[in-house]
């Protein structure tokens, strides 16, 4: 079984950061593509960004290009989600994810573990 743990979350100001962390309790889950999804109130869940096993590869949601960076270090088991220029649109649970594979997906179902989420809010 692995455990995906989220932290980093909390009330921001619109242009402000916050840094999000993802821990895994097992380093298998490293060695696998990670992803990062929100899901806002009274919405669906939405990918965010993504990397690959290495690190070398990532992709964004056209919303957060240009302000997210995902890196991740497998020495620690952990991914980071750096949130630069926060808007009120960003505020939502966020949510770190396993994929099945080493390739990078943005669909949902390409995830098979997934954290309790983290809460971000930004205020206008």
């Known amino acids: 079984q692995v455990q995906l743990v989220e932290s980093g979350g909390g009330l921001v100001q619109a242009g402000g950061s916050l840094r999000l962390s993802c821990v895994a309790s097992v380093r298998t889950a490293t060695v696998l593509a990670m992803g990062w999804f929100r899901q806002a109130p009274g919405k669906g869940r939405e990918f965010v960004a993504a990397?690959?096993?290495?690190?070398?590869?990532?992709f964004y949601a056209d919303s957060v290009q240009g302000r997210f960076t995902i890196s991740r270090d497998n020495a620690k088991n952990t991914v980071y989600l750096q949130m630069n220029s926060l808007k009120p649109e960003d505020t939502a649970i966020y949510y770190c994810?396993?994929?099945?594979?080493?390739?990078?997906?943005?669909?949902?179902?390409?995830?098979?573990?997934w954290g309790q989420g983290t809460q971000v809010t930004v205020s206008s």
């Open positions: 990397i690959d096993t290495s690190g070398s590869i990532t």
């Open positions: 994810a396993r994929d099945r594979d080493y390739y990078i997906s943005t669909i949902t179902e390409e995830y098979d573990y």
